[in-house]
């Protein structure tokens, strides 16, 4: 539990940070494309950082308690995390345009984590 909790923060410190970097430091250093895929990866690394939280607090034994769909959940969101934030984070600094083809399988992490949050849940219920 305390993994994912701790995951989340510290990912919802860095999507902070990185946000006031491309706000002030890469505002007048990168076109105005790349600037959006930097905000991109910023908010969907913000998104996933609070489910990060909320999977961890979940996991707590006064909610569903830890579980194998749970724990799956948590990690696909962080390993979603780090392949498309970061690919879009290197290719908005690099130019490198054959990154945007390693995005897509951390966008399949992040609905695999949501999926596996969902059979989470229906377990808990039955």
């Given at each position: 539990?305390p993994f994912?909790?701790?995951?989340?923060?510290?990912?919802?410190?860095?999507?902070?940070?990185?946000?006031?970097?491309?706000?002030?430091?890469?505002?007048?250093?990168?076109?105005?494309?790349?600037?959006?895929?930097?905000?991109?990866?910023?908010?969907?690394?913000?998104?996933?950082?609070?489910?990060?939280?909320?999977?961890?607090?979940?996991?707590?034994?006064?909610?569903?308690?830890?579980?194998?769909?749970?724990?799956?959940?948590?990690?696909?969101?962080?390993?979603?995390?780090?392949?498309?934030?970061?690919?879009?984070?290197?290719?908005?600094?690099?130019?490198?345009?054959?990154?945007?083809?390693?995005?897509?399988?951390?966008?399949?992490?992040?609905?695999?984590?949501?999926?596996?949050?969902?059979?989470?849940?229906?377990?808990?219920?039955?």
């Open positions: 539990m994912f909790i701790i995951a989340g923060a510290i990912n919802a410190a860095i999507a902070v940070a990185f946000g006031a970097f491309g706000a002030h430091a890469l505002k007048d250093r990168l076109s105005e494309h790349y600037l959006a895929i930097w905000e991109t990866a910023v908010q969907y690394q913000m998104f996933h950082a609070v489910g990060l939280i909320t999977v961890g607090i979940l996991m707590s034994s006064a909610l569903l308690g830890p579980s194998a769909a749970l724990s799956w959940s948590g990690y696909l969101l962080l390993a979603g995390v780090i392949i498309f934030s970061g690919s879009l984070y290197v290719l908005s600094l690099s130019g490198i345009g054959i990154l945007g083809a390693i995005t897509p399988i951390g966008g399949v992490a992040f609905i695999a984590g949501w999926i596996m949050l969902i059979v989470a849940v229906v377990k808990h219920g039955n």
